[in-house]
């Protein structure tokens, strides 16, 4: 489709977001609205129509998938922009490296040009070394990668304390010394020095120039061009965080105009540091007109209205599609009976003339895929788990990046370390005869060692062949063991990895040295894709994802599995995170075409998640759902508080009285019950404490526990400090002191 036919197929209020060029815009894009399609018009209008050179852009996405689709799209209707032109495309982190390696003085920060990408994994493990070899205080060390990502903030304002009173704030001021001695960066830290440099560049420019002849857009006073871009498009900007923020408002120059695209309703992800107020915030800051795109084109009206009942912003959605079937709701007993309906009912689907990729399975928890893969190959159903899979999860891949991670980047002693301690691939070299080796290295001691040390020099101006060159080079076979058992798949991994790096030098025309280097920073950034069902998902697999991983996709039908309070949504301990649950719920449902279906389980399996259907579904319109069942909810709830008076009123003609901590339980129970209907079996949740006792647990994360006790009521608790013992007791009919427990097990039963 070349531009012209793409415009005609605009609607009104996608026309006037591409047209508008006012210095700042920020659209409003409702779910299914189209977003994708106007920022690839709004930057073929740019480019085509005003002439700016796509090299004058900057289009920052906050996901690789959104950046990718933008680049395949373009290249699509202009095939001959190549991958040079598309440099400022792309992730907030991708540009701001793309800027510190190619414009930015970076060695004025500590790095150099060549600098690597440390994962957050890897930077933990750093920190968790150098806080050994420090003798620091550091609590909560099985939590350290939130920890560095949650108070980094904190210290970077200045604050001398972290908030559990320990030594990280010292750890923070290490580990980044020692990440500028291995010349590399944590995300954190591309946006982080990029921002500093783009505003010392502002700072520099004003104090050169007069101010009456400041430099034109697009040139500064040496003559050169400008850093600063003549127009930044930003997808998804409600997902930003203030950090990512702050770079924008870095990059923006003085006559930069900004587009920016989004739906408060869409956002998901504040648990990554986006906060809520982001959308409106940048309308404020840069004084931005704010337009919309009121009008789906994707779901049916029936959809739309069942979701709509959990906007938080805007009213409604408006549809152009017809009403649509109704939405079913399916109740099974248990996950493994809904995972068989489910390969049955996406067979018949199949047979009916449907492809197996128009095909979604949704859930909240990664950890629910589990059993529906294991059905779904009994019973020869294909899918696909849309799931990153990391090198760390495949150890021999694991093992020769760091080979290669220390071949490209030898002030990486830690890299090093792991490549020759390890037990089977490496030296299995032991910690004392590791550190003498490598204070005082001796040529042709260590053969691995020897050929890593010297790769920069062998494949300083060859781009290499098919991949073998490099496997030969680092005598692999010898480290892969061809007498084991992993031996073949092994070698068919790394192999694989060794042709990728061939293609990506030859690709770009580096040499292998610097290509692999490189491939090294994007595979930090954007993941290495192994796995065959990862590169090619394909039209004939299912797809299983999490609610978080379906947003931006869209599917014919939809089901959204485990609609169960404690689950869907999950318990939160505050508003935010209520609203966010609803946020997610709607992203959900609003990813089906034609066909949505939710289920609930009778019997969930998991702690602390409520058999029965969940709260959201009671809110959706009745008429607009298929409900599966003998009773309505609304119905079984009505039995439900009928039988607890009963219960009351036989307890008060026999003289009995409830202690507090029975009405404690009574009352937590009946939190837990009154929404799950059709639950199976009542479990109440108790804690021990030294000093107040027995008591009920309200609510619990990762962190805390709250609990409630006889006499003094609610108590938190941190669980690190290890103060309460948790018990756990299912109510059976010959332990309840309650009469209402007896008849509230004969009621569910």
């Not at 959605?317 to 493994?336: C, L, T, W």
């Not at 490549?419 to 590791?434: A, C, D, Q, T």
Request: with cysteine; hydrophobic share 35%.
């Amino acid at each position: 489709m070349n531009y012209e036919e793409q415009w005609n197929r605009l609607n009104e209020y996608q026309k006037a977001a591409v047209l508008d060029e006012s210095p700042a815009c920020i659209v409003n894009a409702n779910v299914g609205s189209g977003k994708t399609t106007v920022l690839i018009a709004k930057i073929l209008y740019l480019h085509m129509k005003k002439q700016v050179s796509i090299r004058d852009m900057a289009v920052l996405t906050f996901t690789n998938k959104a950046a990718g689709e933008i680049k395949e799209r373009l290249l699509a209707i202009e095939p001959k922009l190549t991958e040079e032109d598309l440099a400022g495309f792309g992730t907030f982190h991708s540009v701001a490296m793309n800027y510190l390696r190619t414009r930015l003085d970076v060695e004025s920060m500590g790095w150099t040009k060549q600098f690597l990408i440390i994962e957050p994994d890897e930077e933990a493990e750093l920190a968790l070394r150098l806080s050994k070899e420090q003798n620091w205080k550091i609590k909560y060390k099985n939590r350290l990668k939130k920890r560095l990502e949650q108070e980094y903030t904190a210290f970077r304002q200045g604050k001398t304390k972290s908030r559990y009173q320990d030594d990280m704030f010292l750890l923070f001021e290490a580990l980044q010394e020692e990440k500028k001695r291995q010349n590399k960066m944590s995300f954190s830290d591309l946006i982080e020095v990029c921002t500093k440099l783009l505003n010392r560049e502002d700072e520099q420019k004003e104090s050169t120039c007069a101010d009456d002849s400041l430099p034109k857009n697009g040139e500064t006073d040496y003559g050169h061009r400008s850093e600063k871009p003549e127009w930044i498009i930003v997808d998804e900007v409600q997902d930003s965080d203030k950090q990512q923020m702050e770079f924008l408002t870095a990059l923006k120059g003085e006559h930069t105009r900004l587009f920016a695209v989004g739906d408060p309703n869409q956002l998901i992800y504040s648990w990554r540091g986006s906060v809520e107020t982001m959308f409106y915030s940048l309308k404020h800051q840069f004084d931005a007109k704010e337009l919309s795109l009121p009008v789906n084109y994707r779901s049916s009206r029936t959809i739309l209205e069942a979701a709509g009942r959990f906007l938080q912003y805007g009213n409604t959605v408006a549809g152009s599609r017809e009403e649509g079937m109704p939405i079913k709701v399916q109740n099974h007993y248990d996950a493994f009976q809904e995972a068989q309906y489910l390969a049955q009912k996406i067979k018949e689907l199949h047979l009916g003339g449907m492809e197996y990729g128009e095909i979604a399975i949704f859930y909240r928890l990664q950890s629910q895929s589990e059993i529906l893969e294991k059905v779904f190959e009994r019973e020869g159903v294909p899918y696909t788990v849309s799931l990153k899979k990391t090198l760390r999860e495949i150890p021999v891949l694991d093992w020769f990046v760091k080979v290669l991670t220390f071949a490209c980047n030898q002030k990486d002693r830690y890299a090093a370390e792991a490549v020759l301690s390890h037990p089977f691939y490496g030296e299995g070299m032991e910690k004392k005869r590791l550190k003498s080796f490598l204070a005082e290295p001796k040529e042709g001691e260590v053969d691995l060692y020897d050929r890593m040390k010297g790769f920069q020099e062998a494949f300083s101006s060859e781009t290499g062949k098919d991949g073998m060159e490099i496997y030969s080079y680092f005598s692999l076979d010898a480290s892969l063991h061809p007498n084991a058992a992993s031996y073949e798949e092994d070698r068919k991994l790394v192999l694989d990895l060794c042709k990728r790096l061939v293609i990506y030098s030859q690709e770009d025309q580096k040499s292998l040295a610097k290509g692999t280097a490189q491939f090294l920073r994007s595979s930090a950034l954007y993941g290495i894709q192994i796995l065959k069902e990862e590169e090619n998902p394909g039209k004939d697999q299912v797809r299983l994802m999490s609610l978080h991983a379906s947003k931006g996709l869209e599917f014919t039908v939809v089901f959204i599995i485990g609609v169960n309070d404690g689950l869907i949504p999950l318990t939160g301990r505050s508003f935010e995170q209520e609203e966010e649950e609803r946020r997610l719920f709607f992203v959900g449902m609003t990813r089906a075409r034609e066909q949505l279906e939710l289920s609930y389980y009778t019997n969930p399996g998991q702690p602390r998640v409520n058999g029965g259907p969940g709260r959201y579904l009671n809110m959706l319109p009745k008429h607009l759902l298929d409900w599966e069942g003998s009773q309505a909810p609304e119905e079984k709830m009505a039995n439900l508080k009928q039988l607890r008076k009963a219960v009351r009123r036989e307890q008060e003609k026999s003289g009995y009285a409830q202690s507090k901590a029975e009405a404690a339980t009574e009352s937590v129970a009946a939190e837990k019950i009154a929404p799950a209907i059709a639950g199976e079996e009542l479990t109440v949740r108790k804690v021990r404490h030294p000093k107040y006792g027995i008591g009920i647990l309200v609510d619990e994360n990762e962190m805390t526990a709250e609990v409630e006790f006889e006499g003094y009521g609610r108590k938190e608790f941190l669980k690190a400090f290890g103060e309460i013992e948790m018990l756990q007791r299912k109510i059976r009919e010959k332990k309840c002191r309650t009469q209402i427990f007896i008849l509230w097990r004969h009621f569910f039963y």
